[in-house]
């Protein structure tokens, strides 16, 4: 049974800095690659960023480019989501997922690539 658990969401001022982490179990963590997705209120659940199984290249959504930065460490079986410059428009529920195919090259950036989820934490940025 495939878990995962993130952490590390909060409430903060615009501009301000935030660490999530996604705890993985159940599954050969270094062979899969992750990614990040959000949903804000009353939105659709949107793709942010995605690292693949070797951690040697990661994709960001045009909206947090430069700002997030997308991690991990195979050993820990984690995956990180280093936060900057945090704006309100960023708030939203964080959710980790893990793709469903192992060693792919190019990960997806669908909700239907990933076939196990997080339960989401929540990120508020105040203006």
């Known amino acids: 049974q495939v878990q995962l658990v993130e952490s590390g969401g909060g409430l903060v001022q615009a501009g301000g800095s935030l660490r999530l982490s996604c705890a993985a179990s159940?599954?050969?963590?270094?062979?899969?690659?992750m990614a990040w997705f959000r949903q804000a209120p009353g939105k659709e659940r949107d793709f942010v960023a995605r690292?693949?199984?070797?951690?040697?290249?990661?994709y960001y959504a045009d909206s947090v480019k430069g700002r997030f930065t997308i991690s991990r460490h195979n050993a820990k079986n984690t995956v990180y989501l280093q936060m900057n410059s945090l704006k309100p428009e960023d708030t939203g529920v964080y959710y980790c997922?893990?793709?469903?195919?192992?060693?792919?090259?190019?990960?997806?950036?669908?909700?239907?690539?990933?076939?196990?989820w997080g339960q989401g934490t929540q990120v508020t940025v105040s203006s």
């Open positions: 159940g599954r050969t963590f270094s062979n899969y690659a």
């Open positions: 997922a893990i793709v469903s195919r192992p060693r792919l090259g190019v990960a997806p950036t669908a909700l239907h690539g990933y076939d196990y």
């Open positions: 690292i693949i199984w070797s951690g040697s290249s990661t």
